[in-house]
T-cell receptor
Framework: GQQVQQSPASLVLQEGENAELQCNFS?????LQWFYQHPGGRLVSLFY???GTKHTGRLTSTTVTNERRGSLHISSSQTTDSGTYFC???????????FGLGTTLQVQP | EAAVTQSPRSKVAVTGGKVTLSCHQT?????MYWYRQDTGHGLRLIHY???????EKGDIPDGYKASRPSQENFSLILELASLSQTAVYFC????????????FGHGTKLSVL
């Protein structure tokens, strides 16, 4: 079955609102990462966060490994945040990096 | 920012033909990956490699071969291209120690007709 589950599948916000994206993974998963895919297709690394909390700009990544979950918080959303956000994990102790199906975010002006 | 270069950026191939997608990284990374992206399926792992002259199967390896002749280069080979292999293909690389962020190339849009 799907080892990485992301929710919600899609989200529509008004500019200025906050967003919380969730990523749940199996017990044999490690080394969580977050990515952003531009509407044109380019994939960009946001966070490598195996555990704890990391911040960059308006983004916060939190990973709670023993609860098998991660989250990406976007504060004060902007229209340029629109796109698809993926989380990914390594399967077991390998570097076989597996992706969730993504959360598509649309921020309206 | 780490650099991963894919070529070609797009390609049209005929059914049954051979297709080679190339990937080059200048990051001195050990791990390289090939993913395909289809609408509704996210990114699916085809093959990956952790060292030159060695490749590993991902989740959807059937119909694809991979080659890692050097640390910098990783190719994906479709010996007999099929319609179902129409997709966008992404190459990526990462180190295997400390900050293991994955860096992607721009992608190759492959259309098999």
């Amino acid at each position: 079955g799907q080892q990485v589950q992301q929710s919600p599948a899609s989200l529509v916000l008004q500019e200025g609102e906050n967003a919380e994206l969730q990523c749940n993974f199996s017990s044999t998963a490690t080394r969580l990462q977050w990515f952003y895919q531009h509407p044109g297709g380019r994939l960009v690394s946001l966070f490598y966060n195996p555990s704890g909390t990391k911040h960059t700009g308006r983004l916060t990544s939190t990973t709670v490994t023993n609860e098998r979950r991660g989250s990406l918080h976007i504060s004060s959303s902007q229209t340029t945040d629109s796109g698809t956000y993926f989380c990914a994990i390594d399967r077991g102790n390998t570097r076989k990096l597996i992706f969730g199906l993504g959360t598509t975010l649309q921020v309206q002006p | 920012e780490a650099a991963v270069t894919q070529s070609p950026r797009s390609k049209v191939a005929v059914t049954g033909g051979k297709v080679t997608l190339s990937c080059h990284q200048t990051n001195n990374h050990d791990y390289m990956y090939w993913y395909r992206q289809d609408t509704g399926h996210g990114l699916r792992l085809i093959h990956y490699s952790y060292v030159a002259d060695s490749t590993e199967k991902g989740d959807i390896p059937d119909g694809y071969k991979a080659s890692r002749p050097s640390q910098e280069n990783f190719s994906l080979i479709l010996e007999l291209a099929s319609l179902s292999q129409t997709a966008v293909y992404f190459c990526a690389s990462r180190t295997g120690v400390s900050n293991e962020r994955l860096f992607f190339g721009h992608g190759t849009k492959l259309s098999v007709l």
